[in-house]
């Protein structure tokens, strides 16, 4: 049964405290993009890491930085219905964030019978051959490799910059920006559905978020870059379903991007479902929403999402 908006917000805000508090063991499985080496090969020197941000007793906030070897970790859940997710973290295109922008939602996805699979995609700025479009590269890669082992609906979802390349992906999923490597690839990049969470979207200087579009397109790009990266410009009627979420306090990536996004889809005749809270900042994901109105995102997402299956697809596990 479809949820409203009333009951989510009630049932998030008295699961809070659990929900923030909750925390697991990190998946098993990955499944490696490029097996031979990502496109254009991995500039010499670049070492992947990744970094513990969280203080002793806090829970874990991980970010991967300098990606080499672009991945999917994958949540399987215990009952799945054969639908699946793709996520796409945020951090500004310089850092992939692990865990409240990706194994959190995975988790959160796997106990509603959903397949998830986290993106560590390849960061613009590293020098790769394929410059700004890197992250599509491995977003479309990714979308492929998730449809050929899943039976049902795929969703993509992304936050902050990660919302940036996942919206790459909505736009763009059809234009070829890599070299076919086997079956998967002859399957389509197009999302059915579409989560953006606080998203990157405007590369416009006046509202845009500075880290990204410099991480994205360098110092001083050129107003041919500014347009073509400004994804406002691409709504049309290729793009999928999408639902948004953005708090109005966001002050780093503001939410008029979200708000030109709409827009743009809305004349695109687009379908498009908007959730904006008063409050949030930016980077909540799910445990910095906990006893706010904005918790309530990842069940309206659920179940928005479910209403765009079709009637086979939208069963419970």
């Known amino acids: 049964m479809d949820l409203d908006r009333r009951s989510v917000l009630a049932g998030a805000l008295a699961a809070a405290p659990a929900?923030?508090?909750?925390?697991?063991?990190?998946?098993?499985?990955?499944?490696?993009?490029?097996?031979?080496?990502?496109?254009?090969?991995?500039?010499?020197?670049?070492?992947?890491?990744?970094?513990?941000?969280?203080?002793?007793?806090?829970?874990g906030d991980r970010a991967v930085f300098n990606v080499t070897r672009p991945v999917l970790r994958v949540f399987r859940p215990e009952r799945p219905t054969g639908d699946a997710a793709l996520l796409a973290p945020g951090g500004a295109y310089a850092r992939?964030?692990?865990?409240?922008?990706?194994?959190?939602?995975?988790?959160?996805?796997?106990?509603?019978?959903?397949?998830?699979?986290?993106?560590?995609?390849?960061?613009?700025?590293?020098?790769?051959?394929?410059?700004?479009?890197?992250?599509?590269?491995?977003?479309?890669?990714?979308?492929?490799?998730?449809r050929a082992q899943t039976q049902g609906q795929v969703a993509a979802v992304g936050f902050s910059a990660g919302g940036h390349a996942t919206a790459m992906l909505a736009t763009r999923h059809a234009e070829a920006t890599y070299a076919p490597l086997d079956a998967a690839d002859r399957l389509p990049a197009r999302p059915d559905a579409v989560g953006l969470i606080y998203p990157v979207i405007s590369m416009r200087e006046a509202i845009t978020h500075a880290e990204s579009r410099r991480n994205l397109?360098?110092?001083?790009?050129?107003?041919?870059?500014?347009?073509?990266?400004?994804?406002?410009?691409?709504?049309?009627?290729?793009?999928?379903?999408?639902?948004?979420?953005?708090?109005?306090?966001?002050?780093?990536?503001?939410?008029?991007?979200?708000?030109?996004?709409?827009t743009a889809l809305r004349r695109a005749r687009v379908p498009v479902e908007?959730?904006?809270?008063?409050?949030?900042?930016?980077?909540?994901?799910?445990?910095?929403?906990?006893g706010k109105p904005a918790a309530a995102w990842p069940e309206l997402f659920h179940a928005w999402w479910r209403r765009q299956l079709p009637s086979e697809s939208a069963r419970e596990p």
Do not use: C, N
């Open 19 to 59: 929900a923030a508090a909750a925390q697991s063991a990190d998946p098993a499985e990955t499944i490696v993009l490029w097996p031979a080496g990502p496109p254009g090969g991995v500039r010499p020197g670049l070492a992947e890491r990744t970094v513990e941000r969280a203080r002793p007793g806090q829970p």
């Open 274 to 290: 908007a959730h904006y809270f008063q409050e949030g900042g930016h980077g909540f994901g799910i445990r910095g929403a906990a």
């Open 217 to 262: 397109l360098g110092p001083t790009p050129s107003e041919a870059q500014v347009s073509a990266y400004s994804l406002e410009t691409r709504a049309g009627p290729q793009v999928p379903p999408i639902f948004l979420v953005h708090a109005a306090d966001d002050v780093s990536v503001p939410i008029d991007h979200s708000l030109a996004f709409q």
């Open 96 to 146: 992939v964030v692990v865990d409240k922008e990706g194994f959190e939602l995975g988790r959160f996805l796997a106990r509603r019978g959903v397949t998830a699979y986290v993106l560590f995609y390849r960061l613009p700025a590293d020098g790769w051959a394929a410059g700004p479009d890197a992250a599509l590269q491995d977003a479309q890669r990714a979308m492929r490799l998730v």
